[in-house]
């Protein structure tokens, strides 16, 4: 009996489905188009000898609407080989697509509740969007979606479909892969991110380059998955999510963006810079030195206090691209005086989107600092996990390699 599985596409925008105009500006196409692109560079791949166009057209699409995906990637899945393996998907839109730079927390809140209503009837999901902020929204989507059974994968491109030396086919068709072939796979239920031969954990990930095809890393843990001509799955080497039954119930409103700032430390940094930054913020994300650092002036310990006695949560990242912010030096009294959480190795988009998530939740400000303290679902080191070296405990597929420490 043949195995189907379906994969929900949602199309945010982003250069992934751009052309150019007669000003050679890049401007979004409609989802028509993009979805009729995608079925004829299908079609090139299903046509048998003699078929005509319209033929093969009507074969790969069910009544229903719903398109097969490329029939050979079931020889990338072991599980597939010997058995009639189907992966159907349906590519839906928001309507206009949104530039990823005008990308908000009320846009993550849409594309998490078009996840949810369609959770029961899909296998996996994929979100195409546009990489200037991507980390950003893989990241809120990890704490928005919270525990799920399916995986979610936010993938785009830095060359559009329709340019010949597109990176996003290869991307769009990877992330399908994963999303339908691979749905089963447990270590693969969570929000991830597909660039360039690499599945990624969503929250773990910086954009670190804007000229290559490859953008993203995950600075301080290994990739999930490689997608080279063999794929391989980096099970023993995955974070392990942390789920918190008592947030289930929790919910995300739109009600009130909370004012959620950051504070970046450089030399020369004044009082009134800080200060214009921390008076009527709900959360700051304080960008230090190295480990954690910061400057031991006693006006930067008065203000920071003064933050914190006014309900400003505070959460401090190391603004280097790899590290662990740890309390080794005398300067971080200053934080430790003024309740400032330790961010560990959280990434600067992990940070921020966990910040406005909790802050937009139904959460009390006691339990909101103890969730920020925390890692829920993967995103740091924090406890249980072990900030000073390699935390490797037993599982129920033998040791796991919680960091690259």
Request: hydrophobic share 35%.
């Amino acid at each position: 009996m043949a195995v189907e599985r379906k994969v929900y596409v949602l199309y945010t925008g982003g250069t992934f489905g751009m052309k150019k105009d007669d000003d050679g500006k890049l401007v979004p196409q409609s989802l028509d188009v993009i979805k009729d692109f995608i079925i004829r560079h299908t079609i090139l791949y299903e046509r048998k000898p003699g078929e005509s166009e319209e033929a093969v057209r009507k074969r790969i699409i069910n009544p229903d609407g719903l398109i097969t995906l490329y029939h050979q990637l079931a020889d990338d899945d072991p599980k597939a080989k010997g058995n009639q393996y189907k992966v159907l998907y349906e590519m839906d839109g928001l309507k206009p697509p949104i530039d990823s730079s005008n990308v908000t927390p009320e846009d993550w809140g849409i594309m998490a509740k078009r996840i949810k209503e369609h959770m029961e009837k899909y296998d996996g999901f994929v979100i195409i969007h546009g990489t200037d902020t991507m980390a950003f929204t893989s990241s809120a989507l990890s704490f928005i979606l919270g525990e799920i059974n399916k995986p979610v994968i936010v993938t785009g491109a830095q060359m559009p479909i329709f340019h010949p030396r597109t990176d996003g086919l290869d991307n769009f068709i990877g992330s399908m892969l994963m999303a339908g072939y691979f749905c089963d796979r447990p270590m693969l239920h969570q929000v991830m991110l597909y660039d360039l031969n690499k599945l990624y954990q969503g929250n773990r990930v910086v954009k670190f380059d804007c000229d290559s095809f490859s953008v993203f890393d995950s600075p301080d843990v290994f990739p999930l998955a490689s997608l080279e001509t063999t794929i391989k799955l980096f099970e023993h080497k995955m974070v392990e999510p942390i789920f918190h039954s008592s947030l289930k119930s929790k919910t995300f409103t739109l009600e009130r963006r909370p004012e959620v700032r950051i504070l970046r430390f450089f030399p020369g940094i004044t009082e009134n810079y800080v200060r214009g930054i921390l008076d009527g913020a709900d959360g700051v994300i304080l960008e230090t030195y190295g480990c954690g650092n910061v400057p031991n002036f006693k006006w930067l310990g008065d203000r920071l206090i003064e933050a914190y006695e006014s309900g400003v949560l505070m959460l401090n990242c190391t603004q280097v691209y790899r590290g662990t912010v740890l309390p080794i030096y005398a300067a971080s009294e200053i934080l430790t005086k003024a309740h400032v959480i330790s961010g560990y190795d959280i990434t600067p988009e992990a940070a921020m989107t966990k910040m406005i998530w909790v802050l937009m939740s139904t959460f009390d400000q006691e339990t909101r600092r103890e969730i920020m303290e925390c890692s829920l679902y993967g995103e740091s080191c924090a406890p249980p996990y072990c900030p000073l070296q390699p935390s490797v405990e037993p599982g129920p597929k033998g040791e796991r390699e919680q960091t690259r420490k």
